[in-house]
């Protein structure tokens, strides 16, 4: 059962507070979880208020199935975080 994960790195240079940050991560969180089935959660930069790492995973029965779904993932990530995404690497894990 392969593995799809997603590092999303943020600059978020209209957030002026840690509760701002948290306001616009879950939006976006919330958004990005409606329209896939991938799992996300912030990793990195807790206590910056204009930066974040997301991670997002998901599993998925063959590699062929993962890859269309990472590529929906990523464009949807595009569309919904806009200018305040910075970097996106895909990595795909096969135990």
């Known amino acids: 059962m392969p593995i ?5 790195e ?9 509760k701002e940050k948290r306001m616009i991560l879950r939006k976006a969180q919330d958004r990005l979880r409606a ?9 990195d930069h807790q206590d910056l208020w204009q930066r974040a790492k997301l ?8 590699n062929a199935t993962l890859e ?3 590529q929906l993932f990523v464009k949807e990530a595009e569309d919904v975080l ?5 970097d996106c690497r895909v990595s795909f894990i096969e135990p």
């Open 35 to 43: 329209k896939t089935h991938f799992s996300i959660a912030e990793i």
């Open 55 to 62: 991670a997002a995973v998901t599993v998925g029965a063959d």
């Open 82 to 86: 806009g200018d305040l995404l910075v």
């Open 10 to 18: 943020l600059f978020l240079p209209y957030s002026h507070s840690l």
């Open 68 to 70: 269309r779904a990472t």
């Open 4 to 8: 799809a994960y997603c590092a999303l």
